[in-house]
């Protein structure tokens, strides 16, 4: 169903949040029919809302949720924008509920160490508040200075220093959430705002987290804090050839240091990628080929320590430290250097602006090697065909402290002024086999974004297995009306029998 | 400290360093030219923005240190100390 | 539907299209957090990634300039989301090519007001600028050319000679104390100056609000008095000016503009260095520093204002480092208190509010603009705002 303007709707949304807070523009509504993933321009309108309402607090949400859910208005959530799976982007037009303003700091607990926010906050700007204390709240994604927690909890996101402390699902103590209908529960662990650790029926946290948007909105959050680290390490090592810094990220990953907090591999495309134009490794020596690096924090002592171990195991691999301005300078770049347009070249080497893809999956440490040579071929058939993609290399991110799997990332970059019709099937065709590969070797498809593009959602059913059929099962009990983000993942599905 | 328009625009001769990039600053690179002559063409970039931004990088990444930890320990110094 | 490919939009996308598209490739939103306005409407409407998605919309017929004119509104020019931008950041000096929020939102403006799509406020400050030949700063001062140099009074000044101060409109005719204070530094460092012999507005406002041709025609009238009066060099005290002269200025004249342009607080701080200042009256104040954003964001100016402070004796310093300040602003530039008074009310007080948290009495600020909107905010919070100059002046000895 749209809602047009003129439309009983408007009038009724006006009164439930201000005039100036419905939002009916067309640069309004284009302006949230995007998200950074690339996407044809020329198709860009198609994703368009309806209209934009901007509430402040739950109860406005609450009351939104009602009067679509009468209607059977779809309603898409968004925060910062800045999703990779096109979660935030409307398919069906409808309702964008952007709750960026719900942003206030509501409490911070020194005794519990927690504290309450409202879900349109940025981590960094809260942890600029939190310093004055001595605490951070360390959920450190690549988009740490642009999303947003609201965003966190839709997507259930991945953290560059989860091994430590943990990712948004293990930071996220609790939150309100609101269910289509516009009933207000909250879910944590337990009912408890501020309790870690439950036996108490279901667990709901996981379920109400990284369903991007399909099952309702959260709206104010409680969050787990620690100790500003006193001291942070983070060595950037060199290696001749990919094997080498194969070996030594999962001896350093299985070390079991108690400050590690995570660690990064970086493959020969990768390298080649940044000699494009990263001041680090322009000046490098053509025998580079492969990167480490890993990050520690805590007290200065306990860094010092596991720092020794660490840098004891590299160079029993034969890796060769990279010194301390290039280690210090990339660890703090760790959020700026993704998104880059200028990184494209054409194959006679001509700079272009081209967006980027990230492929997040998850897979097992023993699978990296496989999986690195299936996609590049995935990334070099496209190149093959077209101008309009770019190889730009892979990481490995540590998921965990055991070392048991990594947030497998291939970046494809894509020069989306010249993604017509078919460079889109073919990149779609990519996309579904990039995914492919990865539950070949028993992986996840996602580790932080979520998998509902495209291509990659065609596989959701066979990745879950029976537990796609309890996914459906659950959208249609919670939201009979299907008003939540409708044809994501593929949970239309969820209402095939219905007349 | 002193704006003047003609030093502005010339910036220090180029020095080649790998195929696709120069130097111009000392420890800073660009791209080489002639990379950026088909589909986007470089702007015009008075000396004083290109120091701006090679400096405020320079900040923005101490800042970043600061603001996830009090201190940062020298991979160097730790190497130093296994040596001994 | 008038002819595609004649639209004044596609052929104003033809000029933005790389800029724009630089953005929307990335469209990652780092600039979101520093931006003032975004802080506090926290519309995505009105935010850099907005501005530049727009004009990718404009070329493909997406939108006309008429249906996003009000939102280029929302923007101070305060550079932040440029700074900030990981494409200016990281790689902006690599490609010599960076963000130009700034640019775009003036030149999306200039094509509003091109297209005849005015802001009532600002179309009105503009007219009176133009038949007064300085800016309407407030309701009930009078402007006009026969009072432009009424600020100097008593100070015998010397019109013309190879340096000469140039007094932005709010200084000239409002905030006079401020001109004062610079003079009278300058005279006791024996620093030869005198005055314009005609001055203008320096054509900057008009250019921020998209009156480009008015802004021109105020530019090239104060080139040519410069020109004709043998001015080698201009000393300018207001932040917003120096942007003008030093960026819209050499785009407007090009190679032939070959004035010299010094920023006075850059020349302070050197003249305390040199030892020919040396502030010795006690200001027994506890304070922070608000840094402009046209001279820390803009143009990465933020030392020597913090130099001149750690020079003056009595003073409690309590500082906020200059990249945090990225995401501070007064909310003061860009035309924004013309058009949306609240919204800078709003900036202001965050702004404020930020420096009560430190726990200092004064918030010293080093431009004329800003310093309006911050006493109205100051005020509520019991907290003064002291322009830099006068500050020094005061520990110099010279009274205003
Ligand atoms: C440069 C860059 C780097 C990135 N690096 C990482 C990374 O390291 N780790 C990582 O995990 N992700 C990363 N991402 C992806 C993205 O930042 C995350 O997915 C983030 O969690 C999205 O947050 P957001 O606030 O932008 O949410 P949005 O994009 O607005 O929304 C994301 C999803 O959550 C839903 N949603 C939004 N708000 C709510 C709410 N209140 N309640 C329920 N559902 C909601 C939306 O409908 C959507 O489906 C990166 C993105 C970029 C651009
Ligand atoms: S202005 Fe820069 S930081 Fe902001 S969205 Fe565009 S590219 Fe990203
Ligand atoms: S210049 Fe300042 S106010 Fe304007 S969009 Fe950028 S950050 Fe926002």
Redesign the interface.
């Known amino acids: 169903m749209t809602v047009l303007i003129g439309d009983p709707v408007l009038e009724e949304l006006r009164g439930i949040l201000g005039p100036e807070h419905v939002l009916t523009g067309k640069a309004d509504r284009l302006n949230r029919a995007r998200v950074p993933a690339p996407f044809p321009v020329h198709r860009w309108a198609e994703r368009m809302p309806d209209l934009v309402v901007l509430p402040a607090s739950t109860e406005e949400v609450a009351e939104v949720l009602r009067l679509a859910d009468a209607l059977r208005i779809p309603v898409v959530p968004r925060d910062g924008g800045t999703g990779l799976t096109d979660g935030a982007v409307p398919l069906r037009g409808g309702i964008v509920v952007d709750v960026k303003r719900i942003n206030q700091i509501k409490e911070i607990d020194l005794g519990n160490r927690t504290c309450t926010v409202g879900v349109g906050i940025n981590a960094l700007k809260l942890n600029e508040v939190l310093a004055r204390h001595g605490l951070i709240y360390p959920d450190d994604p690549a988009s740490y200075p642009c999303s947003l927690v609201g965003g966190r909890i839709g997507t259930s996101g991945w953290s560059l220093i989860g091994s430590r402390y943990g990712h948004t699902r293990d930071l996220v103590l609790s939150f309100d959430h609101v269910l289509p209908g516009g009933r207000v529960i909250h879910v944590g662990d337990g009912i408890g705002r501020k309790i870690t650790k439950s036996s108490s029926g279901y667990q709901l946290k996981h379920l109400f987290m990284g369903h991007q948007g399909t099952l309702g909105i959260a709206t104010e959050a409680t969050l787990k804090l620690f100790p500003k680290p006193e001291a942070e390490f983070s060595p950037f090592w060199a290696f001749e050839d990919y094997d080498s810094a194969y070996r030594a990220v999962g001896a350093l990953a299985r070390a079991g240091v108690a400050t590690f907090a995570g660690a990064v591999l970086f493959d020969e495309w990768k390298v080649d990628y940044l000699r494009r134009d990263d001041e680090a490794y322009i000046p490098q020596p053509s025998s580079v080929k492969a990167l480490v690096c890993a990050a520690l924090y805590g007290y200065e002592d306990e860094v010092r320590a596991g720092g020794r171990r660490l840098l004891r195991i590299a160079r029993s691999l034969g890796a060769r430290y990279l010194g301390d301005e290039i280690s210090e300078g990339d660890w703090a770049a760790r959020h700026d250097r993704y998104a880059t347009p200028l990184h494209g070249r054409t194959k006679s080497g001509q700079v272009v602006p081209m967006s980027w893809h990230c492929e997040d999956a998850s897979i097992n440490y023993t699978r990296l090697p496989a999986v690195r040579l299936a996609w590049h071929e995935i990334a070099a058939r496209l190149r093959r065909e077209s101008d309009v993609f770019d190889d730009w290399g892979m990481f490995a991110y540590t998921n965990g402290a055991t070392g048991a799997d990594y947030l497998t990332e291939i970046d494809i970059g894509i020069w989306e002024q010249r993604l017509d019709d078919t460079a889109w099937a073919a990149w779609v065709r990519a996309k579904r086999d990039l995914a492919a590969v990865t539950l070949e070797h028993g992986g996840s498809i996602s580790a932080c974004h979520g998998s509902c593009r495209e291509g990659e959602v065609d596989l959701v059913p066979e990745e879950l297995g029976g537990g796609y059929d309890v996914m459906l099962a659950v959208k249609r009990a919670i939201d009979p009306n299907n008003i939540m983000n409708p044809g994501k993942y593929l949970l239309d599905q969820a209402y095939a029998e219905e007349p | 400290m002193t704006y003047r328009h003609q030093e502005e625009m010339s910036p220090p001769p180029a020095r080649r360093v790998t195929d696709v990039a120069i130097t111009r600053f000392e420890h800073v690179y660009e791209v080489e030219p002639a990379l950026m002559t088909e589909h986007v063409t470089q702007q015009s970039f008075p000396n004083w923005d290109t120091l701006r931004l090679v400096r405020s990088r320079a900040d923005h990444l101490a800042w970043m240190h600061r603001h996830f930890a009090g201190k940062v320990i020298s991979g160097e110094e730790l190497l130093h100390d296994l040596d001994e | 539907m008038p002819d595609p490919d004649e639209r004044p939009e596609k052929e104003f996308a033809e000029e933005w299209r790389?800029a724009a598209?630089?953005c929307?490739?990335?469209?990652?939103?780092?600039c979101?957090?520093v931006c003032p306005v975004m802080q506090v409407t926290?519309?995505?409407?009105w935010?850099p990634?907005?501005f530049h998605?727009?004009v990718?919309?404009m070329e493909?017929g997406?939108?006309e300039v008429a249906?996003?004119a009000a939102?280029y509104v929302n923007c101070t020019g305060c550079g932040a989301c440029e700074?900030?931008c990981?494409?200016?950041?990281?790689?902006?000096?690599?490609?010599?090519?960076?963000t130009?929020t700034v640019d775009l939102v003036k030149a999306v403006r200039g094509l509003a007001v091109e297209q005849g799509v005015h802001q009532p406020g600002w179309r009105r400050w503009n007219q009176l600028t133009d038949e007064r030949r300085h800016e309407p700063v407030l309701d009930g001062t009078p402007v006009d050319q026969g009072r432009v140099r009424d600020w100097a009074e008593g100070l015998e000044l010397p019109i013309g000679g190879e340096s000469i101060l140039f007094v932005d409109c709010e200084a000239a005719f409002v905030r006079t104390s401020v001109p004062r204070s610079v003079a009278r530094i300058l005279s006791l460092a024996g620093y030869e100056f005198g005055l314009m012999n005609e001055q203008w507005c320096c054509g900057g406002p008009a250019a921020e609000m998209g009156y480009d041709e008015q802004a021109r025609r105020f530019a090239r009238h104060n080139l040519d008095d410069w020109r004709a009066a043998g001015v080698r060099?201009v000393l300018v005290l207001d932040p917003h000016d120096y942007i003008t002269?030093?960026e819209d200025y050499?785009r407007y004249f090009g190679?032939a503009?070959?004035i010299?342009?010094?920023?006075v607080v850059?020349?302070l701080a050197?003249l305390i260095r040199e030892g020919r200042l040396t502030p010795h009256v006690p200001v027994e104040r506890t304070v922070t520093y608000h840094d402009p954003c046209r001279l820390n964001k803009r143009?990465?100016v933020w030392r020597e204002p913090r130099e001149i402070l750690r020079a003056i004796p009595g003073l409690t310093f309590h500082d906020v480092?200059?990249?945090?300040q990225w995401s501070y602003c007064s909310g003061g530039g860009g035309g924004l208190p013309v058009e949306k008074p609240e919204l800078t009310a709003k900036i202001s007080e965050q702004r404020v509010g930020k420096a009560a948290e430190l726990g200092v009495d004064t918030l010293v600020s080093a431009c004329p603009w800003a310093e309006r909107p911050l006493s109205d905010a100051g005020r509520a919070r019991s907290i003064d705002v002291v322009d830099l100059h006068e500050l020094l002046a005061e520990s110099l000895g010279v009274s205003p």
């Open positions: 790389d598209y630089n929307f490739s990335s469209g990652h939103k780092f979101r957090e926290r519309n995505e409407s935010s990634t907005a998605a727009n990718v919309a493909k997406e939108l249906d996003v939102d700074v900030r990981p494409n200016s950041l990281f790689t902006g000096d690599f490609y010599r090519f960076r130009r060099r002269f030093t050499p190679d503009y070959d010299e342009i010094v920023l850059e020349l050197e143009k990465g480092d200059r990249v945090s």
